[in-house]
């Protein structure tokens, strides 16, 4: 493992597996992503819907087969914001632009902001340690902004 910097092709790389791995992801392939992706144990992730942080990753069964169920089909591609690099550990700000048709919702426009925290596992490769996306990639006003900071925002 070199002491270098990430390259550009290998980050380019690692943002290809990135956008491959959440297509399988939004398909139900749950499969096809854990394929792409590993996850660190330590692994926290911050959904788009809010609440607390998850703390590590299980693939059980029973959870692959919910996600397989959540997910029911999408597709777009995956916009680089800012790549942030080191020998060990690689921050990606990315918009996913994204089409996507989830739980009971018919498919429509899913795109969200995320912040990707990729740390180098002991043979090289990479593992996601971190994943925080939310669904503010169209904004909302000030008033919107605080009726969800004080959690009273209007819950169908």
């Known amino acids: ?14 943002l290809r597996s990135t956008d491959l791995a959440n297509s399988a992801l939004l398909r139900g392939d ?19 819907f809010g609440g607390p942080p998850t703390l590590g990753f299980t693939w059980s069964d029973e959870r692959r087969a919910e996600l397989a169920r959540f997910f029911r089909g999408g597709s777009g ?15 990606l700000v990315v918009i996913e632009r994204r089409r996507a048709a989830i739980a009971h919702l018919p498919e429509q426009d899913w795109s969200l902001r995320v912040t990707l925290v990729y740390r180098r596992d002991g043979a ?6 971190h994943r925080h996306a939310d669904p503010l990639v169209h904004g909302i006003d000030l008033e919107q ?7 009273s925002f209007s819950r169908r």
């Open 1 to 14: 493992m070199s002491a270098e910097a990430v390259g550009a092709e290998e980050l380019a790389g690692l």
């Open 30 to 48: 749950i499969g096809g992503y854990l394929e792409l992706i590993s996850h660190t144990e330590d692994f926290t992730l911050m959904t788009p």
């Open 77 to 91: 591609d995956v916009e680089l914001v800012r790549s942030y690099a080191s020998s060990s550990l690689v921050v």
């Open 124 to 129: 090289g490769g990479w593992q996601l340690a």
């Open 145 to 151: 902004a605080a009726a969800i900071a004080r959690g």
